[in-house]
């Protein structure tokens, strides 16, 4: 296929190579021309200066981009010179609103968008190990699912245009959720006085375990914060699940209490920390 990937972030970059091992004719485009461009040096693609440029004639059109208005922006740019038919692939965490608008704005071009978020963090999207929750047509998402294989493992339409990103809201409110209670194990067996390795080893057979726990526990415990998704990301993400939640009514305490929590670490210069670093801000508490 014939594809144009827009986004050399720690996601995209690593997505948009796997697109190129499979086999297809990728032409990447970053705002920052030397991402681009280092990334078709180590692939063999092409990249190119602006987004226009990059979707010429492409049929399948990816982005991961930062938010709301840099799809907006990149979307509008690109799609009136895309292939007539085109699918554009939105793998950026945004609102369900913007899922909606970019839906319309692409068929009355002729063109089909998908909003498809992803879930598995930068280590995911390096071993094509992602899974990627979708909203829009039906028969725009069978016909990209096999070339999403490339690096998801799981793919699935969840609804109309939005759905996916609604569906990506529900993931955060239960990450957040799930690395508070982490993180007060973590804080609560230190001041206990227990080796945390042997309590990680004692509950994590049982009714506790998760995947935060198996990747996240000891790294915690060591007050190491360094694992890709920033805090920054997380509070852009639980901000636009908290916006949803106040247009339908959702009660989130929890998740509205995590997000405070976050905006904590953000104020101990832990802007850049990933989304574990809430065991930082207990641990800063205790002195």
């Not at 609103?97 to 999207?125: I, Y």
């Not at 799981?154 to 982490?182: D, E, F, H, S």
């Not at 997380?234 to 997000?259: I, P, S, W």
Request: aromatic share 6%.
């Amino acid at each position: 296929m014939k594809i144009a990937f827009a986004g050399m972030g720690v996601m995209g970059a690593p997505m948009a190579g796997h697109l190129k091992r499979a086999g297809h004719d990728v032409t990447v485009f970053n705002r920052s021309p030397a991402k681009a461009e280092a990334w078709a040096e180590a692939h063999g693609g092409r990249w190119a200066t602006t987004a226009k440029a990059a979707a010429e004639g492409v049929e399948l059109f990816v982005l991961c981009v930062g938010n709301d208005d840099d799809v907006r922006q990149v979307v509008t740019e690109a799609l009136p010179v895309l292939a007539p038919g085109a699918v554009i692939v939105d793998h950026t965490t945004t609102s369900a609103k913007v899922a909606r608008e970019m839906a319309e704005l692409a068929a009355a071009g002729g063109r089909t968008f998908l909003d498809a978020p992803v879930s598995g963090g930068q280590a995911g999207a390096e071993n094509g190990t992602l899974t990627v929750m979708a909203g829009g047509d039906a028969a725009a998402f069978a016909r990209v699912e096999p070339v999403l294989g490339a690096y998801a493992k799981a793919t699935r339409l969840m609804g109309p245009a939005g759905a996916g990103q609604l569906t990506k809201m529900v993931n955060q409110i239960c990450i957040a959720g799930v690395v508070q209670g982490l993180a007060e194990a973590v804080h609560f067996a230190k001041c206990a006085g227990l080796d945390t390795t042997a309590a990680y080893e004692a509950v994590s057979k049982g009714a506790a375990q998760s995947w935060q726990m198996d990747n996240r526990w000891k790294t915690m415990a060591e007050n190491r914060f360094d694992f890709g998704f920033a805090v920054d990301w997380m509070r852009k993400d639980l901000g636009l699940v908290l916006d949803e939640a106040r247009a339908n009514g959702a009660n989130l305490a929890l998740t509205a209490l995590v997000d405070q929590f976050y905006s904590e670490v953000q104020a101990m210069g832990g802007a850049r920390w990933d989304t574990s670093s809430l065991a930082a801000r207990l641990e800063d508490r205790r002195r």
